[in-house]
């Protein structure tokens, strides 16, 4: 311990009061520079901020800013503070004379509260739980902004000879996808609507139907399919379109749908297929929806029916 | 990929490495089968990949053709009829590509993707066997069997408006090639490859040509306008504004978690365990039991 | 240093000038107790002791990083709007000037681009997110392996997974502000998680969407949840996980003379004060190293969000990754019932979540009432000796990790070059299959450990010796010194650190060791100034002489500044 004495006045408790450090002057000088390193660095970022700043670098100065204190006072704290170990007693947290006194008090003010007037007590227990119940009443409001039956969450603005275009508005024409092209389309006049987004593919020439479906080829003009670009599992946009496997992929948890197989699910987490949307080309050449989508778009919900 | 993603993507796997080396390699099985299947080929079967002698018995008349078209026609017979036919007919290895137009052809050979050692694995791009104008040639010569097909584009990016190239580019491309064309996983091990290496022209060819399980944009439905828009901006985010610092190769949250837990909680974790104390002392050096 | 100068002998100018300080510091002292009566509660607190083990700070990350979070929120904040109106942008970054966007997105655009130190501000407030949440996960993990949650401290471990479930949320919520093009995608899932919920979940996504998915409210909403709600449920819980920490005090490791009825380690003040203090700094420093180097979230590389537009490579951050993970892997199931559906997205996100986090919340009360121990515990296991405990926490974590790896699984694949159907194949079964393997051998690998006293160390020789009659004897072999506990008697607390009492402010002495809080009897200036007794009459503490230290022979300082360990 006599090493030690140069910064220690001995005493009962010399050997808990001790600093760690071997070397008491060498941590003094680390810690005293890297106090100096934090004081510089508060010098260069003021001059990197009036130089209009740059992120790596105050990145970098800060870490040196902080870094400076933190290490300096912990070093200071590890090795020139002393090192104990010390030791306090617990607390008793319980004790059995507590617990006593205190029912013993709740008890009596309770025959206070209710011993000849427990009517009081329970008119006041029925108008704070009626109270409580009328609160919940502007709640009710929800309902108006709620999903009604005819609303966007079951139907949307697809009807029947409403015409295909482009997010920028633009007619689609018959001409206008190559085999193996595919594009984002929108219900004439809601080109924002994101439940309306549907991927016009084109996957052949000749119309196009499930192997089990062939009656839906008429929903297929010269090999054209559309499908909601809503994904049945989480809503994400099923963008994908692999054109040489015929597989539509979304690109947030991978479900994959079977182009010519009315979107079938053959991966991943989708539990249906995408809906189809019919489609037809009017007498210019022009595409449009036969129909609306057949069910409600996108993932599922309570109310959507069994 | 970028390497440093992949570098962390490895350490974060490590955790199913062999489970997945089997599983892995029976679906590739499954793999080589769908895509040859999309193909319509025949089982994969090992190829030669020599200049072959297969020229006997054709029937083509080489008095027809431009220098420049024969020049293309004895690089196709040495490097792609093995597979493709002497003819461009195709076999049951490899599809027919009479009536594609230059522009398919061009991008295949002239990226590197062609010649394919093996017909099962997807085309990636690497150093191309034959230099851009034998890749033309070869286009030319391809071309003149059949008419049709896409022409090969010319972009030119003077005038591209790079704010309307983002749009397109996040509506049409980064949903398999990602925010910033570091590419992305597709179905059955196929894959989106990275934009990076890629030159205007192949990007236009791309588009235009929709290689492989890409979708194909029309003139009419992408203008050629939209097409350079798009291409400025393909070059730009490939080499993009990291103003943030260091990019952990640009594949989002996955391998910031990954720093932020190591690099981050991990170093702070050494300094407590600098800071604190340990459980037991340092462990005496002594010598060998009784002395 | 002038803390532990001269106690009884002041001598020189550095003790002089402690001596000042004293006087100053008692001067403030006193004129805060006869106004608050604080002096009492104050020593107490002062003297509070934190047990030296480094794994106790894991928690302290976790609480500066929050201290942080709310730093450098506040900042950010200030030049956030919280609005989904689209706008066009004619800000500092080109390749989006003209682009139509919600004002949030540009926002934070010129947050980064135009604020001074926004970008690293903004970098630094993510970075402390991501450490914030990790820090709670392995704190979680340390009090769970080591039994820290047992008796009297159950409701601090459930008030602290309390904590994390905010934290998630909070952490979600923040990553979704600026409405970029991989946040706006990950919030129409959040939106299709919720709208699964059976009976409530539309109208409950309604009024936080306000309408239909994209809805016109999300975002400001969110900022109100995000800055205000959360943050302060975060604070209460934390200050009640905090309270109760200092009620029932540290847990402890056995050894170096630490017994279930007393602490052992560093007083609050001063050493305790400097290392905590310089740990948050360096906390502050590692976020700020980040912030600085490390990009996360470019949000101009993203683009802004268009319900029509999304990108490959689309996670949340990393501690949400295990519920897209979940998403990812489950079976595409969907629940059919008369008249209704529960769609595929609520069990994977929604229930079985709340179904871990239930296990994990009553997980105190279900192993005391199993294993029927209902004792106070403040001495820790070591995870050997607790092998079921260990077994059923080492299948959880691989059941998260393998989560985990699903949120990743398109990364995963195209790193390893195979496909997505075979990661997420190998996951699936994974999930199910691996933590029962994990979980039983770890348990046989505890009991092995638990059985071998020297189990990870090199065993010792056994010597023989040749006897004098010629025969040979095998003299057992002796423990490794890491082996052998350590027994340090640690000194008082009180009178080490605060060797002058003032008469009349200490506490009395009630019961077995227990101190009384409360408001201190009134003190008159007089007796707070009067000169100081005898450090022996501290209350609660053992006297104890070093003469009972066991000294284990051998040992020898180590290290750059020759720390000394129980020398």
């Given at each position: 311990m006599s090493e030690m004495s140069d910064v220690n006045q001995p005493d009962t408790w010399a050997e808990h009061m001790a600093i760690a450090a071997r070397h008491p002057r060498r941590v003094e000088i680390v810690v005293g520079l890297s106090f100096f390193l934090a004081i510089l660095s508060v010098f260069a970022l003021g001059w990197i901020f009036t130089q209009k700043g740059q992120p790596q670098i105050e990145g970098m100065m800060l870490f040196v800013l902080f870094g400076g204190i933190g290490f300096g006072m912990a070093a200071w704290g590890k090795y020139l503070m002393p090192k104990g170990p010390f030791a306090e007693e617990r607390e008793v947290l319980t004790s059995e004379e507590n617990q006593e006194r205190f029912s013993e008090t709740f008890q009596r003010g309770r025959v206070a509260v209710e011993g000849r007037r427990s009517f009081l007590a329970k008119m006041f227990v029925t108008a704070t739980g009626l109270m409580g119940a009328i609160l919940l009443f502007p709640l009710r409001s929800l309902t108006d902004k709620g999903p009604q039956a005819d609303g966007p969450l079951y139907k949307?603005?697809?009807?029947?000879?409403v015409l295909l275009v482009d997010e920028t508005n633009q007619p689609v024409h018959i001409g206008t996808l190559d085999v193996g092209g595919s594009l984002t389309v929108f219900p004439h006049g809601y080109t924002d609507a994101a439940d309306d987004q549907t991927l016009l593919i084109r996957a052949a020439t000749t119309p196009v139907a499930p192997p089990d479906r062939p009656d839906l080829e008429k929903w297929s003009p010269a090999g054209y399919l559309a499908f909601s670009k809503v994904c049945t599992h989480a809503g994400c946009p099923v963008g994908q379109y692999e054109a040489q496997y015929q597989k539509l992929l979304c690109p947030c948890h991978e479900s994959t749908f079977d182009v010519l197989d009315g979107a079938a699910v053959v991966f991943g987490p989708a539990p249906r297929p995408l809906p189809q949307l019919p489609l037809m080309q009017d007498d210019n050449g022009y595409l449009r929806a036969r129909g609306g989508y057949g069910e409600p778009i996108g993932p599922g919900f309570w109310s959507r029916g069994g | 990929m970028a390497r440093r993603a992949g570098a962390v993507a490895a350490v974060v796997a490590l955790g199913i490495g062999l489970s997945l080396v089997v599983f892995g390699s029976g679906a590739r099985a499954q793999n080589s089968e769908s895509s040859t299947s999309a193909q319509g080929q025949a089982p994969p079967q090992p190829v030669g990949d020599g200049p072959l002698g297969k020229t006997g018995g054709t029937a083509y008349n080489d008095n027809a053709l431009t220098p420049e078209q024969l020049t293309g026609r004895q690089l196709f017979v040495q490097?792609?009829?093995?597979?493709?036919g002497v003819n461009a007919e195709g076999t049951a290895r490899a599809p027919t590509l009479?009536?594609?137009?230059p522009a398919t052809v061009d991008f295949w050979v002239r990226t590197g993707r062609m010649p394919l050692e093996k017909p099962t694995q997807q085309a990636i791009r690497k150093n191309p066997l034959l230099s851009a104008k034998q890749a033309r040639e070869i286009a030319r010569y391809v071309a003149s069997l059949a008419p049709g097909g896409v022409q090969i584009p010319r972009p030119n990016l003077a005038g591209a408006d790079l704010q309307q190239g983002g749009e397109l580019f996040r509506l049409n491309c980064a949903t398999c090639h990602s925010f910033v064309g570091v590419g992305g996983a597709l179905s059955y091990g196929a894959y989106a490859p990275s934009l990076k290496p890629d030159q205007p022209i192949d990007i236009a060819e791309a588009i235009r040509t929709g290689p492989g399980n890409m979708p194909r944009f029309s003139t009419a439905q992408m203008s050629n306008k939209d097409m350079n828009d798009i291409i400025k901006y393909v070059r730009y985010i490939t080499r993009p504004d990291d103003r943030g610092g260091l990019s952990l190769g640009h594949v989002g949250p996955v391998t910031e978690g990954f720093v932020g837990i190591v690099f981050g909680v991990g170093l702070l974790m050494l300094a407590a365990f600098w800071i604190g104390d340990r459980a037991r002392p340092e462990p005496a050096v002594t010598g060998h039991g009784h002395e | 240093m002038s803390m532990i100068g001269g106690r009884n002998r002041p001598i020189g100018m550095r003790a002089r000038a402690a001596a000042v300080g004293k006087t100053a510091a008692v001067k403030q002292g006193r004129d805060l107790d006869e106004r608050l009566g604080l002096a009492g509660a104050g020593r107490w607190l002062l003297n509070y002791i934190f047990p030296d083990h480094w794994s106790f700070m894991l928690g302290e990350i976790a609480l500066y990083s929050f201290i942080i979070l709310i730093l450098t929120g506040v900042y950010v904040t200030f030049f956030f709007v919280s609005s989904g109106h689209e706008i066009i942008y004619h800000g500092a970054y080109v390749p989006l000037r003209g682009v139509r966007m919600s004002e949030a997105y540009a926002s934070t655009l010129d947050l980064s681009f135009s604020v001074r130190a926004g970008l690293v501000i903004r970098q630094m407030h993510h970075w402390a997110a991501v450490i914030f949440i990790g820090a709670i996960g392995i704190h979680m993990c340390r009090i769970f392996f080591t039994g820290a949650f047992r008796k009297p401290r159950e409701i601090n471990w459930t008030i602290g997974l309390g904590l994390l479930t905010f934290a998630l949320l909070n952490g979600f919520l923040g990553y979704s502000l600026p409405d970029d093009l991989v946040s706006g995608t990950g919030l129409r899932i959040f939106y299709s998680v919720f709208e699964s919920i059976p009976l409530v979940g539309p109208w409950f996504v309604y009024l936080l969407y306000g309408g239909n998915f994209p809805g016109n409210a999300i975002i400001p909403h969110m900022l109100i949840l995000h800055v205000f709600v959360v943050p302060i449920l975060i604070a209460v819980l934390l200050t009640a996980h905090l309270a109760i920490i200092m009620r029932t005090h540290h847990t402890q490791f056995p050894g170096k003379g630490a017994t279930e009825t007393n602490v052992v380690g560093t007083p609050m003040w001063p050493a305790y004060a400097a290392k905590s203090g310089g740990y948050f700094f360096m906390t502050f420093a590692a976020i700020a190293a980040l912030g600085g180097v490390a990009q996360i979230n470019p949000i101009w590389l993203f683009g802004p969000y268009d319900p029509i537009r999304v990108s490959s490579f689309t996670q949340p951050d990393w501690y949400i990754g295990w519920m897209d993970g979940a998403l990812r892997l489950m079976p595409n199931w969907e629940t059919h019932l008369p008249g209704h559906m529960i769609a595929n997205a609520f069990w994977p996100a929604l229930f079985m979540p709340g179904l871990l986090f239930t296990f994990l919340g009553v997980y105190p009360f279900l192993e005391a009432r199993l294993t029927r121990d209902y004792a106070h515990h403040n001495l820790l296991d070591r995870p050997r000796d607790r092998p079921v405990r260990t077994a059923v926490g080492a299948g959880l974590l691989t059941f998260f990790l393998v989560m985990f790896l699903g949120g990743a699984e398109d990364v995963i694949a195209v790193f390893l070059d195979t496909s997505v159907q075979a990661v997420v194949w190998t996951l699936r079964i994974s999930l199910v299959v691996a933590p029962l393997i994990v979980g039983p051998v770890t348990y046989l690998l505890c009991k092995e450990l638990s059985a071998v006293?020297?189990?990870?160390f090199r065993p010792r020789p056994n010597v023989i010796v040749r006897t004098a009659d010629g025969g040979y004897e095998a003299l057992p072999a002796e423990l490794h010194p890491r082996e052998q506990i350590e027994e340090l008697e640690p000194a008082p607390v009180g009178e080490a650190t605060v060797p002058e009492i003032i008469p009349g402010t200490e506490p009395e002495l009630v019961g077995a060791g227990r101190v009384p809080r409360g408001p201190a009897p009134p003190v008159s200036a007089a007796t707070a100034a009067a000169p100081s007794t005898s450090p022996s009459a501290i209350p609660g503490v053992r006297q104890v002489s070093r003469e009972d230290v066991v000294q284990t022979p051998g040992r020898r300082p180590r290290g750059f500044f020759g720390r000394r360990r129980g020398e």
């Open positions: 949307t603005q697809w009807k029947p000879g | 490097t792609c009829s093995s597979c493709h009479t009536g594609l137009g | 006293p020297s189990a990870g």
